[in-house]
């Protein structure tokens, strides 16, 4: 029996679409559905429900499926076993937030091409829902977001929170600590309408009994920070994000009796019984973000400049 075969079935099934396992193995969709059709020729039975546009297996379709995962399992632990499977020489496309890509995300994937040379990456930046979708149809392989992707054959592990912090102009926010009521008064930035970040800080207003003036969604970091460097407003920003950003000088963490909530960071990976990559780029970006320094306490903290000791 063809691997390559079973491969492209397992692939179909846990898809549900010809054409996303055809992206998956880099296969043409005509290629895809002849890989199909030849086992089921060598099978003797149908494994596809082919009368309409809707995707199903047929029952031996369903059965063969246990059977095809066991037999690309068996084949890789073959592999490991024999020694070929050592060197993580594949192609992995990997998905993450803004608040990710500019805490530790280009530090990790540094270390990750030095510890496996021969990985080639595909890198994808997206909002959470956009990032949970992929990952759940299949067009991502790993994603970190701010929610968990529930899928058939889906997994997800959380990682340690970010601490999340109101960042204003250090030379026009001078205070040791700020109220909720003296930060309502202000134009406030966060991220787009709908992500955690913008809920939480809604949330810590309403549950305060403070009804906050103008709050900006913005889904661009970037854009936050240059906004903040001109004077317009106070932004909620994840603070390990802003200390990596060291061309951004006069900022500063705006202490406030009302901490914001963290952001919580999830891992979603699609299994692949054919290799362990994913499992081993979870297990390196999990020891990766366990090794940072942790966040500092929520006391006045100086302005964030550029090679500044404290950061």
Known sequence: MNLRFVEAFYWVASLKSVTRAADKLFLTQ??????IAALEEELGVLLLDRRDKQFRLTVAGARFFTYAQRLLELQREAKSEMGS???LAVSLRIGAIESVLHSWLIPWIEKLRADHPALALELTVETTPILVEQVQRGTQDIVFAALPAAADGVRSHSLPPMEMVFIGHAQRHRKRRYTLEALSAMELLTFQRGSHPHVALLDLFRQEGVEPGRVHTISSISAMVQLVQGGFGVATLPLNAVRRMHNSPDL????????????????????????????????SALGFVEAQPRSLSRATRAPIRRNSPRF
Do not use: W
Request: proline share 10%; glycine share 2%.
């Open 85 to 87: 499977g050592a060197a």
């Open 252 to 283: 500063r963490a705006l202490a406030c009796d009302h901490p914001l909530q963290p952001l919580p960071i999830h891992a979603s990976y699609r299994t692949d019984p054919t290799n362990d990559a994913v499992e081993t780029v979870l297990k």
């Open 30 to 35: 005509s290629a895809m559905s002849s890989r």
